[in-house]
Each structure stands twice: as C-alpha cells, then as structure tokens.
C-alpha cells in the first residue's frame, strides 16, 4: 500500500488550501483515512479521519468549522479542504490509512502513511 500527498504550499493567514492523499494498493470499506499533522518540535497531531464505507468523520477541535474531509472512493482519494488558516496550523501533514473505525483519531492505530506535505501559513 502506498499513500501519496500532495497539495501543501505557502499561503497566508485566511487563506484556503486543499490536501489530496492518493492511496496505491489495499483499501477496504472498513478501513479509515485520517490526516495528523507535525509542527517543528511539537508531536504528531489528530487532525481529521474518514472512513471509506459510509464516510463517517472526526475532527480535532481546534480545526472544526474550519476543515472538511472527505473522499472519492472510485478514486482512492481522500481530502482534506482546510479554509480560514492560521499560523498554528502550519506543520507537515501526512494521510494515513488503518483497519477498523474506531479510535479513528489515535495515531499508534494507523498501519500506512504517506510522506507528508509541507503547510506554511504566513500571518
């Protein structure tokens, strides 16, 4: 299984970007797709999760209202539209895949990640 992310760049403060994570290989209906994120310093952060069968979501607070998940089975394709960006939400965002749906935000579940795309958000 491979996990590919691409849409990361540099933009400013209120501005929007959307993230894409292309999954290769094994995908099931039970499986979640979740994106975490990495600040210079700080852990691994839950960001947002979608399941594949049914399109269950979760989100961390602070992104609520401001974030979307979502997915294009046919694809193999999961997004994350990330709009009003802030300073704080820069960081290197991976996609993720796992097996089962729950916990959906616990990171130590996740079996395959993708190589991470850079976000810089400039206030």
């Known amino acids: 299984v491979q996990l590919q992310a691409s849409g990361g760049g540099l933009v400013q403060a209120g501005d929007s970007l959307r993230l894409s994570c292309v999954v290769s290989?094994?995908?099931?209906?039970?499986?979640?797709m979740g994106w975490f994120r990495q600040a210079p310093g700080k852990g691994r952060e839950f960001v947002a999760a979608?399941?594949?069968?049914?399109?269950?979501?979760k989100y961390a607070d602070s992104v609520k209202g401001r974030f979307a998940i979502s997915k294009d089975n046919a694809k193999n394709t999961v997004y994350l539209q990330m709009n009003g960006l802030k300073a704080e939400d820069s960081a290197v965002y991976y996609c993720a895949q796992r097996p089962g749906t729950l916990r959906l935000d616990k990171a130590n579940e996740y079996t395959d990640w993708g190589q991470g795309t850079l976000v810089t958000v400039s206030s």
């Open positions: 290989g094994r995908t099931f209906g039970s499986y979640g």
């Open positions: 979608i399941t594949w069968n049914g399109g269950q979501t």
